[in-house]
């Protein structure tokens, strides 16, 4: 077994304590697993229900089973610092990093926006995730606390109701007919997707163009299918653009950026808008 990358799964035989049961059976310090509970790692079934388990103390039944999932690799990432835009009680809107997740795995969750904000807000709420961005991609996210909201702001997505804007580099010099947005059309596995693209600004220098993508659909890479899907990949994309054109590729980001969102609150019914100035 290796120390780096193992799972090790056990049965309470009798009323125990899950750090003593873990420590007993994988090895590991309690310190270590303690640390380990904290990042997601250690997950707990009981009567057909499996979960993510925190509390060290946590008292097992007889026959629940403990799951304990440690990748060194994975629990060693520290992520960056995601930012508070606006606390609005039941929601609240944050700037997502580039390379914070907007979902965990058996192997850990603590490199999750939400888990982030479980443990940065005040007070401290639950946080539900409702809409997603790609680990590359940066900017703004809508973070539910309560599960009626994350209900509501989900249907507001589903009813296209939410007014959600990108902002992207890519090579080359982006041109539309009549200077008028660009429709794509394009289905992604199989489903509809539809983007709307405006040219910002053109580099002559770097032959970049900025562009704003305004999207009806969210589907798996998007923008970044749609934009390459026409010759138009953005800057630092690994999956469709044409890394190779720059000697620093190992160091590019993704240029992709969430940088608007507007919609009517469900609350209050006002109209809430906000916007990263950059």
């Known amino acids: ?142 973070i539910a606390h309560t599960k009626s909201m994350a209900s509501a702001i989900a249907k507001l997505f589903e009813e296209r109701a939410i007014d959600k804007r990108y902002k992207a580099v890519v090579e080359g010099h982006f041109v539309s007919d009549n200077n008028q947005p660009m429709h794509i059309e394009d289905d992604i596995e199989g489903k509809s997707a539809s983007s709307f693209v405006t040219l910002l600004k053109y580099d002559e220098v770097l032959d970049q163009s900025l562009l704003e993508v305004k999207i009806n659909t969210g589907r798996k890479h998007q923008i970044r299918r749609h934009l390459a899907g026409i010759g138009f990949s953005i800057v630092g994309d690994r999956l469709y653009g044409d890394y190779n054109r720059h000697k620093d590729k190992e160091q590019m980001d993704l240029q992709l950026t969430a940088y608007y969102l507007s919609f009517q609150c469900p609350s209050s019914g006002e109209m809430k808008q906000y916007e990263i100035q950059r």
């Not at 629940?64 to 060194?72: G, Q």
């Not at 490199?111 to 479980?118: G, H, K, L, Q």
Request: net charge positive; hydrophobic share 40%.
């Open 1 to 142: 077994m290796s120390v780096e990358n193992f799972e090790c799964h056990v049965s309470a035989l009798h009323a125990v304590k899950a750090i003593d049961l873990l420590a007993a059976a994988s090895g590991l310090s309690k310190q270590s697993i303690k640390q380990v509970m904290q990042k997601g790692a250690v997950w707990v079934t009981r009567s057909h229900s499996t979960r993510r388990l925190r509390r060290a103390g946590k008292v097992l039944n007889y026959k629940d089973e403990l799951h304990l999932y440690y990748n060194k690799s994975v629990l060693d990432v520290a992520p960056e610092a995601a930012h508070l835009v606006a606390d609005e009680n039941n929601y609240s809107i944050w700037i997502k990093p580039r390379g914070m997740l907007c979902q965990g795995s058996k192997w850990g969750d603590h490199c999750t926006i939400n888990r982030w904000v479980e443990q940065q807000i005040v007070p401290q709420r639950p946080a539900f995730i409702v809409h997603r961005l790609d680990r590359a991609a940066c900017g703004l996210i809508i």
